[in-house]
């Protein structure tokens, strides 16, 4: 099981910037897909991004073209850059981790405490 500490959340206007990093620890990093979700109030939490060891990386729609999720090896962490954020990215934002691709993207086996991110309009 990985160890997974979020940090970067805050507030921000509507069409400003913030950048999430991801610290991960554990064994076998390199067999992981580290990635995103996130859950805003009264809703089901969501799939975000994920990166693999190799750098492919997979996005929703939603955030498709204003972030970019991009991981250091070396330092073994994972960064989330959200731009032209909106009302609608306000949530708490979850660092996870899952082995299988699938996993990944719907139900990671790893997660962070999480950090919010609020968008003011």
């Known amino acids: 099981q990985l160890q997974l500490v979020e940090s970067g959340g805050g507030l921000v206007q509507a069409g400003g910037s913030l950048r999430l990093s991801c610290a991960a620890s554990?064994?076998?990093?390199?067999?992981?897909?580290i990635g995103w979700f996130r859950q805003a109030p009264g809703k089901e939490r969501e799939f975000v991004a994920t990166v693999a060891w190799s750098g492919g990386t997979r996005y929703a729609d939603s955030v498709k073209d204003r972030f970019t999720i991009s991981r250091d090896n070396a330092k073994n962490t994972v960064d989330l850059q959200m731009n032209t954020l909106k009302p609608e990215d306000t949530a708490v934002y979850y660092c996870?981790?899952?082995?299988?691709?699938?996993?990944?993207?719907?139900?990671?086996?790893?997660w962070g405490q999480g950090t919010q991110v609020t968008v003011s309009s």
């Open positions: 554990g064994r076998a990093l390199n067999t992981y897909f």
């Open positions: 996870v981790a899952a082995i299988e691709w699938y996993r990944a993207l719907t139900d990671p086996s790893d």
